[in-house]
């Protein structure tokens, strides 16, 4: 009688855990907490992500690692919270370029608007402390892809909810798609940005032309003209470049 194969072991490690421990109550515990966070940020913008560690970190912050782990378990909870407030922060600037006035607007409304978006993305980046060191890690760590991900899914679901409404006819499966892909496409633009030498303005130009075009596509075959949505009043919107 032949013998059963054993199942091989997993060879892969246990997640690490990205959650916080717990939440400072109190002012001084709330600035530990905030003291800690800035000395990872600066921290990895120093060392990079393999030589970050917690005991560099309490070194450099003048801590004990009891003081540390009170609040985070690892360094990959400290990346994680450092990664979902960058996040906060990008995602902040989609909320003020594309709108549903935009879209009402046309193929060269949204260019500019994209255009914009990708430049601001990328000074929210440049002004947040190690932010590019933040962007790799949430792409290259495994533990944190999760929070780049998440975020991603949220914006994507806003994204299609203002195209549902500028194109009432257009698929949704579609425009579900479309969204993911251009919420993918800018972030991965502005992390070439800081990859390579380029100009900002004509990577940010020529990459929402791209996207923009994209637009006359999505639409109903038998619509030519700008989604006939009303847009609700607001201010003006601001240039490309614009902080």
């Known amino acids: 009688m032949p013998q059963l194969l054993r199942p091989m072991p997993s060879t892969r490690s246990p997640q690490p855990s990205l959650a ?3 939440q ?6 709330t600035e530990t907490y905030e003291r ?26 003048g801590l004990t690692p009891p003081a540390l782990y009170r ?3 690892n360094k990959y909870a ?20 594309i709108t549903l ?3 009402n607007g046309g193929v060269e409304s949204l260019e500019l608007a994209i255009e914009g978006l990708i430049i601001d993305t990328y000074e929210a980046t440049v002004q947040t402390v190690g932010g590019v060191w933040i962007m790799r890690a949430l792409r290259a760590v495994p533990a944190l892809q999760q929070v780049r991900l998440a975020s991603h899914a949220a914006v994507t679901q806003e994204q299609t909810r203002l195209l549902a409404q500028a194109l009432p006819e257009a ?10 892909i251009v919420v993918e ?10 990859d390579e030498p380029l100009d900002v303005k004509a990577v940010a130009r020529t990459v929402a032309g791209m996207i923009a075009s994209h637009l006359t596509r999505v639409r109903p075959q038998d619509s030519g003209q700008p989604p006939h949505t009303p847009a609700k009043p607001g201010g003006t919107r601001p240039k490309p470049g614009a902080a």
């Open 36 to 61: 800690i966070l800035e000395v990872t940020a600066q921290t990895l913008a120093d060392v990079g992500i393999e030589r970050l560690s917690t005991n560099l970190v309490c070194e450099r912050a």
């Open 78 to 97: 400290l990346l994680s919270e450092l990664g979902q407030r960058l996040m906060q922060a990008q995602n902040a600037r989609v909320d003020r370029w």
């Open 171 to 180: 698929d949704a499966a579609e425009l579900q798609l479309v969204s993911r």
């Open 24 to 29: 400072p109550a109190q002012q001084r515990a």
């Open 71 to 73: 609040y985070f378990p």
């Open 185 to 194: 496409l800018i972030y991965a633009t502005v992390e070439m940005i800081f």
């Open 20 to 22: 916080t421990k717990k």
């Open 101 to 103: 006035e935009v879209f």
